[in-house]
């Protein structure tokens, strides 16, 4: 079982940025493609951003051109650039590994506590 513990949130300014981190512990993320989650109040989990083991990114169309998702494997830990962020970007954000199943990516092990961040003026 691998543990998640995400940072960097918080209140911010339409336009301005964050950047988010989550540590991980119990194994190597080196293995693992990795995700940022997201989840607004009243909603589900969704996935905006995924980093495979071999470095690809992808993002959901929302924060495309915003958002940059980065690895690094040596510290075990995962980032999530955040730029130009917008009142809808407000949700507790979360990270996991993912995998794929069907075409849909779903998390691997259980949520962590997550980070939560608030655009607004």
Sequence with gaps: QVQFV???????????SLRLSCAASGSTLDI???GWYRQAPGK?????????NGYTTSYTDSVKGRFTISRDNAK?????????????D??????????QIGGNWLP??????????????
């Design 6 to 16: 995400e940072s960097g949130g918080g209140l911010v300014q339409p336009g301005g």
């Design 32 to 34: 693992y493609n990795m």
């Design 44 to 52: 589900q989990h969704e996935l905006v951003a995924q980093v495979t």
């Design 76 to 88: 075990n830990t995962l980032y999530l650039q955040m730029n130009r962020l917008k009142p809808e």
């Design 90 to 99: 407000t949700a507790v954000y979360y990270c996991n590994a993912i995998k």
């Design 108 to 121: 691997r092990f259980a949520w962590g506590q997550g980070t939560q961040v608030t655009v607004s003026t």
